[in-house]
C-alpha cells in the first residue's frame, strides 16, 4: 500500500483580509500585537496599521525596556494613517519616562487626528515640562486625560495653556496640573470657554501660579472633589 500523501494545511486565518486581522490583533495587548509580525511574510506588517495604540508600564516591567520598546512603535507605524485613540500609562515613580517619550507621543496624537487621548504618568522624576501646544489644538479629539498625579509641583514651570482649541472636544480630565493667569485676568482663569462641545469636566488636584512675580515662586495646591 503506498502511503496517501497529506494534504497540505491552508493558514485560513492569514487568508483574511487586513482589516479583519487588524481586528483580531485589536483585542492583544501591543506586544502580542507586535509579535504577530514573526508568524509570516502576511503578518509582518499587519500591526503597523493599528489606528488604537494602548502603552501600558507596569511596576513589573523593566522601564528602560519599555521606553525602548515605546520607541520602536512610535517609528515603525504606519505614519500614514490616522489615530483612534492613544494611551499612555507610565504608573512607575521610580522608573520615570523619558521627557522626549512623552513629548513625541503627545505630538503623534496631535498629529494624526486622534480622537481619544490618555496619558497618566507619576512623573517625580521630570521637571520644567511643558506641554506641547499642538495636543490642545485638535479638530478632531472628543475625549482628553492628562494625569499626573503624585507630581511634586515644585519647579514645574507652567503645564496648563490659558486657552484651548478643541472644537469637539466633549470629555476632559486633568490631575494635577498647573493653571496659570496674568495680572490683566483679574484673577481668573477660563481655558475651557471655547469648547462648545465640553459636556464632562472632571478635575482633581490642581495648582494656581500667576505669571507676575510673587514672594514664594511654589503654586499653592488646591483640591476639587
Not at 496631535?110 to 511643558?130: C, F, G, P, Y
Not at 499626573?148 to 472636544?169: H, I
Not at 496674568?182 to 478635575?203: A, H, Q, W
Request: charged share 25%.
Amino acid at each position: 500500500m503506498t502511503k496517501k500523501k497529506r494534504q497540505k494545511k491552508s493558514d485560513r486565518i492569514s487568508e483574511l483580509p487586513d482589516h479583519v486581522l487588524l481586528h483580531i490583533i485589536e483585542f492583544m495587548n501591543i506586544r502580542q500585537s507586535v509579535r504577530t509580525c514573526v508568524l509570516s511574510k502576511r503578518w509582518k506588517n499587519v500591526w503597523k496599521s493599528l489606528t488604537n495604540l494602548k502603552l501600558h508600564h507596569t511596576k513589573k516591567a523593566r522601564a528602560d525596556i519599555f521606553n525602548k520598546f515605546v520607541s520602536q512603535i512610535l517609528s515603525g507605524r504606519d505614519g500614514s494613517l490616522p489615530l483612534h485613540s492613544l494611551e499612555y500609562v507610565h504608573d512607575d515613580a521610580v522608573y520615570y519616562c523619558p521627557k522626549t517619550t512623552l513629548l513625541d507621543i503627545m505630538e503623534l496624537a496631535a498629529s494624526h487626528n486622534v480622537q481619544q487621548v490618555t496619558i497618566k504618568v507619576e512623573r517625580w522624576n521630570i521637571k520644567d515640562l511643558e506641554l506641547p501646544t499642538s495636543i490642545f489644538n485638535s479638530q478632531s479629539m472628543t475625549f482628553l486625560k492628562l494625569d499626573f498625579r503624585y507630581t511634586c509641583p515644585y519647579g514645574l514651570g507652567k503645564m496648563f495653556p490659558k486657552s484651548l482649541n478643541l472644537p469637539a472636544l466633549k470629555t476632559l480630565h486633568l490631575t494635577d496640573l498647573i493653571f496659570t493667569t496674568s495680572d490683566n485676568d483679574n484673577g481668573c482663569i477660563e481655558p475651557f470657554s471655547t469648547c462648545n462641545m465640553l459636556s464632562n469636566l472632571f478635575i482633581v488636584g490642581w495648582f494656581l501660579q500667576d505669571d507676575a512675580p510673587k514672594p514664594s515662586p511654589y503654586p499653592i495646591p488646591r483640591f476639587l472633589v
